[in-house]
């Protein structure tokens, strides 16, 4: 690896022959019920462990991109983010005998320790985790305990808790424009090399690297909330667990999504009439997901079914056909279909909607300075909107299918798994 030290390129080939450890959301919020100091400690040392191995995962797979795309200069700003993060990670001081002593204790004079449920295979990916490393970690049942007494602890406890959130903070920061930066250097991998394709194996490394980007992104975000929510001594929203929300109430989150396409494509199109948007859901429909995420895939989804409308129809019409959104709730999954009139995608592009880079609009060149989130970026222009929404879907077990109609219009089917134990997928 160029650009840094042999030392800290031993370290870093070190941590990524490590596998990684999945968690489930059902065991995020166990963890995160009632969090006190000591069970904050005993995330943090969780994520002391496991984040360096997934970033060195990542580092070795940017070092080793085909055809000098790791030599594009935006790849090269990623792969910098990363190594940055995982030095300061393993640079950060572990627990003094002293803290892990007392939490010891604490764990076992209040109550019998507990291991977080187990997890079950996540039934959108097939393949078995990309764990290929003879080394054993623990899994997360050993690892990451959930019950420590909310007894007094050593001030030394809280003070380290702190600590460790101020760097998570830093590298959430850091990590924001990932997903425009990494376009970016493909953009430029395609203007160098002459072409407006990228192959499967491009194509399977973006699918590898945003999963595992949205996993650490998760971890880190639920950290950081827990000990916000422990510092205020009560949850604000008690249907709040960190950033997961036990009671998701469905027709409200798409509602919101709605409402904010709405506004985008009037604003985008100058549109005195925008086109309606329907929506049938259970009114009471509820269940246990990260908000933002569903958000962010609904407003994808809605955003290109207005797009397809409108400019079927063109920008100055009188009237537009409904775009109509059901949800419909069963035993394993809440399904969201999208249904629209928008002229539908012909057969043979189908399969290039899940393609990263393949967009009808113009592709915009990034400031360097550029540093906003993926649900900031924007991200129409560079063909991110349906694959990386899929990305979220799989994330948590579920999955977005199109079906369309060339000449009529598309429906989109938004999979969402109500199984909250699905182990989360490891790039």
């Known amino acids: 690896m160029s650009g840094i030290s042999r030392e800290l390129a031993s370290k870093i080939a070190h941590f990524a022959r490590f596998p990684q450890t999945g968690v ?7 963890f995160g019920q009632n969090p006190s100091q000591g069970t904050l400690l005993r995330g943090a040392q969780f994520l002391h462990d496991e984040l360096p191995i997934r970033l060195a995962h990542r580092v070795v797979e940017l070092d080793s991109l085909p055809e000098n795309l790791n030599q594009m200069p935006s790849v090269l700003r990623v792969k910098r983010m990363y190594i940055d993060s995982f030095n300061e990670l393993i640079n950060f001081p572990k627990a003094s005998e002293r803290i892990r002593e007392a939490v010891k204790e604490a764990t076992v004079q209040g109550t019998r320790e507990r291991h977080l449920p187990g997890n079950q295979h996540n039934p959108a990916f097939q393949e078995s985790p ?5 080394h054993w970690i623990p899994s997360i049942q050993h690892r990451y305990h959930y019950e420590v007494k909310p007894t007094e602890l050593p001030v030394e406890v809280s003070e380290y808790n702190r600590s460790f959130v101020q760097t998570l903070e830093k590298i959430k920061r850091r990590h924001d424009p990932v997903v425009t930066t990494l376009a970016q250097g493909v953009v430029e991998y395609k203007q160098r090399m002459k072409t407006q394709k990228i192959d499967n194996h491009v194509q399977h490394f973006l699918d590898r690297f945003y999963l595992s980007r949205i996993g650490i992104r998760m971890l880190i975000g639920q950290q950081i909330e827990l000990n916000q929510h422990q510092q205020q001594k ?11 929300c036990t009671h998701t109430r469905v027709k409200e989150v798409v509602q919101e999504a709605i409402d904010n396409a709405r506004f985008i494509c009037g604003d985008y199109y100058m549109l005195v009439n925008v086109p309606v948007i329907e929506l049938h859901c259970p009114r009471e429909l509820e269940f246990m997901y990260v908000p933002s995420h569903l958000h962010h895939m609904v407003f994808e989804l809605l955003k290109n079914s207005l797009r397809a409308v409108v400019e079927l129809c063109g920008d100055e019409a009188d009237h537009y056909p409904t775009i109509k959104v059901v949800v419909a709730e069963g035993n394993e999954d809440i399904t969201i279909k999208v249904s629209d009139e928008g002229g539908g995608i012909p057969r043979s592009a189908m399969e290039k909607v899940w393609t990263y880079m393949y967009t009808t609009a113009q592709t915009p060149m990034l400031d360097p300075e550029f540093d906003k989130s993926d649900f900031k970026a924007p991200l129409a222009g560079f063909g991110y909107g349906l694959p990386l929404s899929r990305l979220y879907a799989r994330y948590f077990g579920g999955d977005l299918k199109l079906i369309s109609m060339e000449g009529y219009g598309t429906d989109a089917y938004l999979h969402l798994s109500r199984l909250s134990d699905n182990e989360e997928p490891l790039a």
Do not use: A, K
């Open 234 to 244: 009560q949850r604000q929203n008690n249907d709040y667990v960190g950033v997961i």
């Open 130 to 134: 990309r764990n290929s490393s003879s």
């Open 24 to 30: 489930s959301l059902r065991q995020m919020v166990e």
